[in-house]
């Protein structure tokens, strides 16, 4: 099994190395390179090609969110989490906008953490339903202006695919939701990021609230 090539990104050098030492316990981790701001995660991205980067936001010279933009507009293919202490609204709505495929807190336990570094992998945005839900909101007060509506194009699967994103769930769900196959769910969710010209699952719930094509509030388990 290839492992998973990590590169980590955090100004704090106890928790950066804490980190590494948990991520080196798993055997289908590989933590490539450390860097200690943005600015050095983007030439570390650029020269060491991680399949994931888990990037803080509060950090000198250059912050994460603005490291996200730089390193998705060279590297497109990197998944970038942001794992930070910072949980308000508006780093989440940024750190998506900048093009993070997911959002965790520091506080996450290390097994829950290794699940969605895998997760992430497989198109799956690493986020709790409630910090979506959030997301949502915060889309739904701020995005404003004309926006293509390419919803038309999708196959009905599609949009029954689309409704369950919106609400949460995760591909093994929707799988079991719709009777289909995992990695049927897998290839639909690829056409609708394709045709919604979309990055993430997130931005397509986001998508299918704007656009009315779902109509009830995302799941919370609390």
């Given at each position: ?135 949502l909101d915060e889309f ?20 029954e695919v689309l409704e ?44 299918a609230l704007r656009e ?11």
């Amino acid at each position: 099994m290839t492992p998973i090539r990590v590169l980590l990104v955090d100004d704090h050098a106890l928790f950066r190395q804490g980190l590494a030492g948990l991520l080196k316990s798993e055997p289908d981790f590989e933590v490539v390179g450390e860097a200690v701001d943005g600015q050095e995660a983007v030439e570390m991205a650029r020269e060491l090609m991680p399949d994931v980067i888990l990037m803080d936001i509060s950090m000198p010279v250059m912050n994460g969110l603005e490291a996200t933009r730089k390193i998705k507009a060279e590297v497109p293919y990197v998944r970038i989490v942001m794992l930070t202490a910072t949980d308000d609204d508006g780093s989440l709505f940024e750190a998506v906008k900048s093009g993070a495929h997911g959002y965790l807190l520091k506080k996450i336990e290390p097994q829950n953490l290794y699940g969605t570094l895998r997760g992430v992998l497989r198109g799956e945005a690493p986020m709790s339903r409630v910090m979506a839900a959030r997301l949502l909101d915060e889309f739904a007060r701020q995005v404003r202006g004309p926006i293509p509506s390419p919803a038309a194009e999708l196959t009905v699967r599609e949009k029954e695919v689309l409704e369950q994103v919106a609400k949460g769930r995760s591909n093994k769900e929707i799988a079991a939701t719709l009777a289909i196959a995992e990695n049927t769910v897998k290839n639909h969710l690829k056409n609708i990021l394709e045709k919604l010209h979309l990055e993430n699952r997130v931005q397509a719930a986001t998508f299918a609230l704007r656009e009315g094509l779902f109509k009830t509030p995302p799941e919370d388990p609390r």
